[in-house]
């Protein structure tokens, strides 16, 4: 049986240094970009689409086919680099306005979720909005993160 899985990026400003070239939103794609095609891969060769709320469209088809040729990483094992080109994403990334798919919906839900529960706000608490993303647990991609035990990939 087929079962949802959550990948979630993280972007911790307070960890970084910021620079004049830094760009945050490319880091979080790049990361859950390689992250998602990795699941495909080691799920026995599968396949995907991204789908995203509208953002620079042009930005983020570019930054696709870029990966899908070269998308250098860190590796475990050596100082250089190794090759993650991105081959197990179907199509250029579709872009939806949330009103008019449930599936960016949820993605905002969870996204918010666990922004929440990473900063709580004290008028929230009393609703348990910070113990939200607790519930997910379930069906998060643990594997994503060998850092986080939720999976969350911190950039």
Same mark, same amino acid.
């Given at each position: 049986m087929n079962q949802a899985k959550i990948l979630n990026v993280a972007y911790r400003k307070e960890n970084r240094s910021f620079g004049l070239d830094e760009d945050i939103q490319e880091d979080c794609w790049k990361f859950l970009i390689t992250r998602f095609n990795t699941f495909l891969e080691k799920k026995g060769n599968e396949y995907g689409i991204l789908f995203s709320d509208e953002t620079n469209e042009p930005k983020l088809r570019g930054l696709v086919r870029k990966m899908r040729i070269y998308n250098p990483v860190p590796s475990l094992y050596s100082s250089k680099p190794r090759m993650a080109n991105i081959n197990q994403i179907l199509e250029d990334p579709v872009?939806? +306005?949330?009103?008019?798919?449930?599936?960016?919906? =949820?993605? &905002?839900? !969870?996204?918010?979720?666990?922004?929440?529960?990473?900063?709580?706000?004290?008028?929230?608490? +009393?609703?348990?909005?910070?113990?939200?993303?607790? =519930?997910? &647990?379930? !069906?998060?991609?643990?594997e994503a993160s060998k850092k986080d035990a939720r999976g969350i990939v911190y950039v």
């Open positions: 872009i939806r +306005k949330s009103e008019h798919s449930y599936f960016v919906q =949820i993605a &905002d839900l !969870i996204a918010h979720a666990l922004y929440r529960n990473l900063y709580p706000k004290g008028s929230y608490k +009393k609703y348990n909005v910070d113990r939200l993303f607790d =519930i997910l &647990d379930p !069906i998060l991609l643990k």
